[in-house]
């Protein structure tokens, strides 16, 4: 009986020792080739995973009998799975978003309706740094469950006025002409029988975007009431 325990012991401990060592040259393999929480996850779960592999044969030196621990372990995974379904359904996201990587640590993103600096992919939920400086958890299964939207990379997003301007001669070029110094394009989408609607377009930080909009806003109804000199007649 004792030399049975002492079987069990020795397998434990040396795959114990094996996860142990092979920890660091593992870590200094994946770090460079993976996003930092899928690497933390995967170090964390190394230990585990490996008593897991040397249990059977550690219960089948101590005699017990696999099939029935199976048999037990089998009907209690089946009920945790039912009482946590929601929290697995999450980590099912989670794996999805650290496998596909549709957005990265550090990224400017829109999703489920919050904008901000993604700072942590976990397997239950993403973090964001919003322009207000709030801390926002947006759980996984909502961050697959509606669109999103990844910015630039340089966060900057972009502001769209659409006007309709009256259907005369010079009116889109005097449009051009006043917001090309701020660095914006005009699009014509529309021709109507008397206006046509155009959208004017660039690219701004947020924390400028009420100013800046503000600013073309007042640009273009000048534009509209003084054309610009060299638009044609």
Known sequence: MVWEWVRAATILGVTFAVATW????????????????TAAFLLGALRPVALIVALPPALEALGVS??????VLSTAGLAIALALRDA????????????MRPFRVGD??????HTGI????????????????RRVSVMNDKVLAV???RHAADGKVRL?????????????????????????DVVVQEVEAERI?????????????????????ATVERALVAPAPNAPA
Do not use: K, Y
């Not at 697995?88 to 496998?99: D, E, H, R």
């Not at 400017?108 to 309706?113: D, F, K, L, S």
């Open 22 to 37: 092979v920890r660091r040259p593992f870590r200094q393999f994946i770090t460079p080739r993976l996003e930092p929480t």
């Open 66 to 71: 696999i099939s029935s621990v199976l048999a």
């Open 88 to 99: 697995l359904s999450n980590v099912a996201s989670g794996a999805i978003l650290l496998t």
């Open 108 to 113: 400017r993103v829109t999703v489920a309706g």
């Open 118 to 133: 993604v700072q942590r992919l976990g397997f239950l939920m993403v973090e964001l740094d919003t322009d207000d400086g």
């Open 147 to 149: 669109p999103m939207e």
């Open 160 to 184: 769209e006025l659409v006007v309709r301007v009256p259907r005369t001669p010079g009116c889109v070029t005097s449009v051009e002409a006043a917001v090309q110094p701020l660095g914006c």
């Open 197 to 217: 609607r155009v959208a004017v377009r660039a690219m701004v930080h947020p924390s400028e975007f009420a100013e800046r909009q503000r600013q073309l806003w």
